[in-house]
């Protein structure tokens, strides 16, 4: 059981012993619960289980940014962390989904294909085009010249 101290437990939404305690005070990036100058489940883990060595860090077995139960909390290094990350399938390469995978996109593969497609035969605008798909004829512009969605060759 971690050891007292009244005014950062009680913004703990303190369950069970294997369930996630919940920050309720304010948050900082990512979802964290945020602390004084620290990050809510390092002030939780210090007061449970002493000083961190220097350059340390707190990880989360249950990947729950604002669980702040001591038995979720682990100590590591940056490399332990990003390994759990990686182990998890939580780190996506590259900044931003690409394709049809990004959050934005209003067109399949296939979609866009078909652009393709149908501009390279002839006798039909862009501007029908996108018309045709619910996209600007900007975007349509964009996809036949190749600088939005990679233009595949047959050897991918």
């Not at 990512?30 to 489940?41: E, F, L």
């Not at 139960?69 to 990686?86: E, F, I, K, V």
Request: hydrophobic share 30%; charged share 25%; with cysteine.
């Amino acid at each position: 059981m971690p050891r007292r101290s009244a005014p950062f437990w009680s913004l703990v939404d303190q369950r069970g012993p294997d369930e996630c305690w919940l920050w309720t005070g304010r948050t900082v990036g990512k979802g964290y619960g945020g602390y004084g100058r620290t990050t809510a489940h390092r002030h939780a883990y210090v007061l449970t289980y002493g000083p961190l060595p220097p350059g340390a860090v707190v990880r989360h077995t249950c990947d729950n940014p604002p669980c702040c139960n001591p038995a979720h909390l682990r100590s590591g290094t940056y490399q332990d962390n990003t390994d759990d990350m990686m182990t998890k399938g939580r780190w996506h390469q590259g900044a931003t989904p690409k394709g049809a995978t990004h959050h934005f996109a209003k067109l399949t593969d296939e979609q866009v294909a078909e652009i393709r497609r149908l501009y390279a035969a002839g006798g039909i605008s862009q501007r029908e085009l996108g018309e045709r798909f619910g996209v600007k004829q900007s975007q349509v512009g964009r996809i036949v010249r190749g600088s939005s969605r990679r233009v595949l060759d047959s050897t991918e």
